[in-house]
């Protein structure tokens, strides 16, 4: 199986260190609001590697946080924290705000039928971890302090530019003028904050005989250590998080521990919707909720999503979502017709598909080779087991009354009580089926 590994900027052929526990841990949603239909595309393509990955006979061990604290608006350090941003919005504690939408997140997580990880963490849930590892830079002088908090000072890793190859002298050129001039180096991060007196920030712990709170990054490498060990196999996040969050993951985990944080970063692009970025501003930001009201299911957008790659930049439209969802529904009816006909011998269609996936998870192409193929019901099973997408789901628990209806059907047409045979193609109609006739006789589709 190969995989574009980002530290490399290769394809590569992956190696597990240990085939029956692949170490993965995937960079969670911040829970501060409605996750936007760009926010789920990641953990869709994660949820393909997982079942590809198992698929090849591999046993996962993954491990997703939910960031429940400390999110700066900003990647820099500075701006608004979002929880409590969400926290004034909806006049809210900042504890009911993170509950509110980490149980929001993971029942829609359910809904586009993703694998669950094996460990969901809640950043909250690790403060001690974040503080120890804190400790251990400062023990090893990678830390300084400010009047602001604790920060890491990048020129004491002479690696830290190389997974994002940051350009340092131009980060600096172009550093803002009210740059924090406490900071030593442009790129320096904080690895805790200090809460002031007069600052209004609720989630707070003490540290260094002060309240404050942890910087964003520290979370998952105290995550990773804890729950993965030293050297995990897999880490996964979007694009965004390659010249920050990633960057400075590793710094800190590197430095403290001496050990290479990951073997294979995987990053997956960004998508627009009509050709514009999505933002709130365009009003572009549909959430999973919307998209259903228009018609279309999570499993739909699911379908959307991964007919493109998950390096390719991808546009969303409403058209290209409604091409998809009918893919789908010719996919289940594809289905059903070979489990009520049964006519269609396996072949080696299964192994062809999961061949394109073991080329870097080309998901485009292993549709395209489940288009030009003749599946049985069974290679269909192994499709739901590859891609999540419910395509068998309800067609061996067919109800009696259909299938009666059916056969009644046949007979009124046989007699010609033509209009029996429509009063029967109504009440189908309104159960979600039709009759299809097909040379070894009537099977039932779905309509939608
Ligand atoms: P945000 O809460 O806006 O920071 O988004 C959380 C994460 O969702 C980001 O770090 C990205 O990895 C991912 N994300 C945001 N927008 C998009 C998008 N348009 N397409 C794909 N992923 C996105
Ligand atoms: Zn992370």
């Avoid at 690895?191 to 309240?211: C, N, Q, S, T, V």
């Avoid at 942890?214 to 996964?236: R, S, Y």
Wanted: aromatic share 12%; net charge negative; hydrophobic share 35%.
């Amino acid at each position: 199986m190969k995989l574009y590994n980002t530290l490399t900027r290769t394809i590569e052929e992956f190696k597990p260190q240990n085939p029956d526990e692949v170490k993965i841990y995937t960079c969670g949603p911040t829970v501060y609001n409605f996750p936007h239909i760009g926010n789920y595309t990641s953990y869709i393509y994660w949820d393909l590697l997982i079942r590809t990955l198992k698929a090849n006979g591999m046993t996962p061990k993954r491990v997703l946080n939910l960031t429940d604290v400390g999110h700066l608006t900003s990647d820099a350090d500075d701006g608004e924290d979002k929880l409590e941003k969400g926290a004034k919005r909806e006049g809210k504690t900042v504890w009911e705000i993170a509950d509110y939408y980490s149980n929001y997140f993971l029942e829609n997580y359910g809904k586009l039928n993703l694998t669950q990880p094996d460990i969901i963490a809640r950043a909250t849930d690790y403060i001690n971890e974040d503080i120890k590892l804190v400790d251990t830079l400062t023990e090893k002088g990678y830390t300084y302090e400010t009047s602001d908090g604790v920060y890491f000072d990048t020129s004491k890793f002479t690696a830290y530019p190389d997974f994002a190859k940051l350009d340092l002298d131009h980060l600096r050129a172009g550093a803002r003028v009210d740059f924090n001039t406490e900071k030593r180096n442009v790129s320096d991060f904080a690895l805790w904050k200090f809460i002031k007196p007069d600052e209004d920030h609720a989630m707070r712990w003490d540290y260094l005989g002060r309240p404050g709170y942890p910087g964003w990054h520290i979370e998952c490498a105290a995550i990773i250590h804890e729950k993965l060990g030293e050297t995990i196999d897999i880490h996964t996040g979007g694009i965004d998080h390659i010249p920050v969050h990633h960057t400075n993951e590793i710094a800190e985990s590197e430095c403290a521990f001496d050990k290479k944080m990951c073997n294979y970063w995987l990053h997956c692009n960004f998508i627009t919707i009509d050709g514009e970025k999505i933002s709130k501003s365009l009003g572009n930001t549909y959430t999973l909720e919307e998209l259903d009201e228009k018609g279309f299911s999570p499993l739909d957008f699911k379908m959307w999503v991964l007919q493109g790659h998950f390096q390719g930049t991808r546009n969303f439209s409403f058209t290209d979502l409604q091409a998809a969802k009918a893919r789908r529904l010719n996919w289940r009816n594809k289905a059903a017709e070979s489990y009520q006909l049964g006519n269609i011998e396996k072949t080696d269609v299964e192994a062809k598909i999961l061949e394109k996936l073991n080329e870097n998870l080309n998901s485009p192409e292993a549709f395209s080779t489940i288009d030009t193929n003749e599946l049985s019901f069974e290679d269909w099973k192994y499709v739901d087991e590859l891609f999540g997408l419910k395509i068998t789901e309800g067609i061996e628990e067919t109800p009696d009354f259909i299938k009666n209806l059916i056969e009644e059907r046949e007979e009124a047409r046989i007699r010609k009580d033509f209009a029996i045979a429509d009063d029967i193609r109504d009440q189908l109609a309104a159960n979600n089926y039709y009759v299809k006739d097909t040379p070894t006789g009537p099977v039932w589709q779905f309509l939608a």
